[in-house]
T-cell receptor, first 114, second 112 residues
């Protein structure tokens, strides 16, 4: 596709359930980012991949959060044992090679934990 | 530590009037600054960026931004607002590891 694709668009999970959120970046984009956006807030950085290497995971809020990008393309953000405070929109972004290239964002996955 | 501040939660402007959405930043070294817009139930859309060079940057949809190093500001501007410009606007600065650090956002409301 032409843009960053995320699935599902909406996910309702019961507290304690595991969830997996998928991101298909733009073809050829080596950098991939995950952000968490709480209601009424700006996006907060979670983690960053360059190809398949996870170069920065400093924003992951707990060890219940895990991200992977095994072949340097599609990425999955997994949240184990979801809690209510995990409810947010999870945004994926990709960017091409080049210093200061802008990031292109997907539409996000809205996660609601009940 | 790098940070971005958007001092206004909301900006209201009449259609046809000029608009300004404010952003100040704190960064060590040369800043890479960005503006994104978010429409309801949509992802963030890139508007413009400042890397180096001319302090006035032109972007999408008639928007522009002025980089002011002495005031550490990067305000978003448009000479004539449209109702369709109503959305949430985010200023961001790129950190050392390429991640973006976003402000809290400013809701722009353009009234007909």
């Amino acid at each position: 596709g032409a843009g960053v694709s995320q699935s599902p668009r909406y996910k309702v999970a019961k507290r304690g359930q595991d969830v997996a959120l998928r991101c298909d970046p733009i073809s050829g984009h080596v950098s991939l980012f995950w952000y968490q956006q709480a209601l009424g807030q700006g996006p907060e950085f979670l983690t960053y991949f360059q190809n398949e290497a996870q170069l920065d995971k400093s924003g992951l809020p707990s060890d219940r959060f895990f991200a992977e990008r095994p072949e340097g393309s599609v990425s999955t953000l997994k949240i184990q044992r979801t809690q209510q405070e995990d409810s947010a929109v999870y945004l994926c972004a990709s960017s091409p090679p080049g210093e200061a290239a802008e990031a292109f964002f997907g539409q996000g996955t809205r996660l609601t934990v009940v | 530590a790098q940070s971005v501040a958007q001092p206004e939660d909301q900006v209201n402007v009449a259609e046809g009037n000029p608009l300004t959405v404010k952003c100040t930043y704190s960064v060590s070294g040369n800043p890479y600054l960005f503006w994104y817009v978010q429409y309801p139930n949509r992802g963030l859309q890139f508007l413009l960026k400042y890397i180096t060079g001319d302090n006035l940057v032109k972007g999408s949809y008639g928007f522009e931004a002025e980089f002011n190093k002495s005031q550490t500001s990067f305000h978003l501007k448009k000479p004539s607002a449209l109702v369709s410009d109503s959305a949430l606007y985010f200023c961001a600065v790129r950190a050392a590891t390429d991640k973006l650090i976003f402000g809290t956002g400013t809701r722009l409301q353009v009234f007909p």
